[in-house]
């Protein structure tokens, strides 16, 4: 059936952005939910579309760099992480959510995001591009050092209203994610799992992924439970994404 379809429990799952799940259904399955799902509408009738847009529209400038817990900026604004394993397509989903191909630096070579990277978003939120986890073509020692780093973040600052956890669609979600989704977890930060490189899977391909990942994490108690499919090269997903965060931050400053 096309449009939203339970997964798991309590996930719903986007499939198909042709059809309208019912509120009543949405209730049912977003009961542990901190935040309304993205949409229950098309995307075209998705009210922030255009704030979105106008979000990430506007100034997007980088501010800080974080190498340590202890030189972490000031909490000004609200705060959004973006985090996932190295070579997932990060500082590419970063760019293709500002409409800038250099905002965030992106390499063929895992690894090169070192730190903790703010970026100033139209003076409303801040944007953090955070190191790769998982492999890295550096020494181990310095791959450790940034992993706690990431921890430390994740589970210390108390202006972060949500974490994008990345995860290849084509390979999905591993077992050195689970060691984030449970930081997020302990420390109760909402997060919400978004596949990047969407466009290189098959519809059906891509569905299967969507389910599968939703069940993975259906019981997880900070999980948000819709899973986002996104191409930073097709463009697949990105208004829906932008939506998702101008709803939040439109949330937190009400």
Not at 46 to 59: D, Q, S
Not at 97 to 120: E, V
Not at 187 to 216: F, N
Request: net charge positive.
């Amino acid at each position: 059936m096309d449009g939203w379809t339970r997964s798991g429990q309590d996930a719903w799952v986007f499939l198909k952005p042709a059809s309208r799940p019912s509120r009543r259904a949405l209730a049912d399955g977003l009961s542990r939910a901190d935040n309304p799902p993205m949409t229950d509408t098309p995307a075209d009738d998705n009210p922030f579309i255009e704030p979105g847009r106008k979000l990430f529209a506007g100034p997007a400038d980088f501010f800080w760099a974080a190498d340590s817990i202890k030189n972490l900026p000031p909490m000004k604004h609200v705060e959004i992480a973006f985090a996932g394993r190295s070579n997932v397509g990060k500082s590419s989903l970063i760019n293709a959510l500002t409409g800038r191909n250099t905002l965030a630096r992106t390499s063929h070579t895992p690894g090169r995001t070192q730190q903790l990277n703010f970026f100033d978003i139209g003076g409303r939120m801040a944007l953090i591009d955070m190191p790769g986890y998982g492999y890295a073509a550096v020494a181990k020692d310095k791959v450790q050092a940034w992993t706690q780093l990431i921890h430390d973040y994740l589970g210390g600052r108390a202006s972060l209203a949500r974490v994008y956890v990345l995860v290849d669609a084509r390979h999905g979600l591993k077992p050195v994610d689970d060691g984030i989704l449970d930081s997020l977890d302990k420390a109760a930060v909402s997060y919400q799992v978004v596949l990047t490189k969407a466009d290189e899977l098959k519809p059906g391909e891509l569905e299967k992924c969507i389910a599968d990942t939703a069940g993975r994490i259906a019981k997880r108690a900070a999980a948000f439970p819709v899973i986002q499919p996104t191409s930073s090269r097709s463009g697949l997903g990105i208004p829906e994404l932008r939506a998702g965060i101008a709803q939040l931050l439109s949330e937190r400053e009400g």
